[in-house]
């Protein structure tokens, strides 16, 4: 059994549950403390934070990742206990399997192997592990970097092992997540019976041509790295369950995957100009997920394609699809951000798996990445 199948096992037995780390942290920290590098806590309410770190210099490369995983769902539905790391088909069945302890298990193979190879390497290697990454995300990933932005720490370029790939390890980076902008809009209306429309106001016809507008409204085109901002309904809810009344007010959740090509503050503004143009009765709450993050080719994105094209013999493509990830966070403090990892198609799923020959490879594009990035 390779070292890194073996620390994944081990991990994946950890029923970390978000944000629960289940010693996930403890065991993560003894073996890089037995590898040379200094490990400090930064917990906060609650949820455990690893950063790890060798070396003082800069630049400084991090290696990040999760080890808090969602529930199972029904266990009656998994051929083999989620919680019981399971080989099977040449595959490793177990949850977080692919989102995501098997990266966290190359990550900190590849560090190990890395400075025993290297022990005086240039820079910093520096590793970031949270239990809340599937959660809230406020006591993870976020308060690590609310921390070091206090006392001034920086980032130079950081690799995230989340699953990325497709059809098969490789074929997909990514460089770069869409931001996510959330709405709660309340359109507000005269509550009447339904046959004396006259007595009333409808909040429904009201805000229908809005939200007509909205929806075909062309945000922005996009550009080479992401799709045009999209303008989505979650969910919309107005009625009191009686086909005789008109209500009095009704309830539209929304949300925006937006690009680099605009902001928070210009969609929001929009939406707003939109709502007002149509005379609604309204108010409305917004929630920032995350703004965008992109890192263009050259740099750190080439060093990963490399890596990745020299192990797989694949050239990967480069993609901000997808849905928020911590990257949204770290790309605050540092100055470029890529994510790869696994085929990620079993990710929160039943019977949640990865390739057994996928696992030593992935290490391997971690610890070249690092040599290119770090090597004296």
Not at 195 to 201: I, K, L, V
Not at 286 to 297: C, N, Q, V
């Amino acid at each position: 059994m390779s070292d890194t199948l073996a620390l994944a096992k081990h991990l994946i037995a950890c029923r970390s549950l978000t944000p629960d780390d289940h010693g996930c942290m403890a065991i993560l920290a003894a073996r890089l403390v037995n590898a040379g590098f200094t490990c400090e806590r930064l917990d906060r309410n609650g949820v455990r934070n690893l950063w790890a770190r060798h070396g003082t210099g800069a630049p400084v490369v991090c290696l990040a990742g999760h080890v808090d995983v969602v529930p199972p769902g029904p266990l009656e539905q998994w051929t083999s206990d989620p919680f019981t790391p399971t080989e099977r088909d040449g595959k490793l069945f177990g949850r977080g399997a692919t989102d995501m302890k098997t990266g966290v298990a190359a990550l900190v193979t590849a560090a190990e192997r890395f400075v025993a190879r290297a022990p005086n390497h240039r820079g910093s290697l520096a590793l970031l592990f949270t239990s809340d990454e599937e959660g809230a995300g406020v006591d993870g990933t976020a308060a690590v970097v609310e921390q070091m932005q206090a006392r001034g720490d920086r980032i130079d370029a950081c690799i995230i092992g989340e699953p990325t790939s497709v059809d098969r390890l490789g074929d997909t980076i990514k460089n770069g997540r869409r931001g996510s902008l959330n709405g709660v809009l309340t359109i507000t209306g005269v509550q009447c019976h339904i046959a004396y429309p006259e007595r009333g106001r409808s909040p429904i016809h009201m805000g229908l041509p809005a939200l007509a507008e909205l929806i075909s409204t062309e945000w922005d085109r996009g550009n080479e790295y992401f799709a045009p901002t999209s303008f989505q309904i979650a969910h919309l809810h107005a009625g009191t369950g009686a086909n005789n009344t008109i209500p009095g007010s009704m309830e539209v959740l929304f949300n925006l995957r937006f690009s680099t090509e605009t902001t928070a503050d210009q969609l929001e503004a929009r939406v707003q100009a939109v709502l007002d143009r149509h005379r609604v009765d309204y108010d409305l709450e917004w929630a920032l997920s995350g703004p965008p993050f992109l890192s263009p080719r050259g740099g750190l994105v080439d060093v990963v394609s490399r890596a990745v094209a020299d192990v797989t013999g694949v050239t990967p493509a480069l993609s901000t699809s997808g849905g928020t990830s911590d990257g949204r966070f770290l790309a605050a403090i540092s100055r470029e951000v890529v994510e790869f990892g696994h085929a990620n198609g079993a990710m929160h799923g039943i019977d949640e798996h990865v390739r057994l020959a996928d696992i030593d490879p992935l290490s391997t594009i971690y610890e070249r990445a690092l040599a290119s990035l770090l090597s004296a």
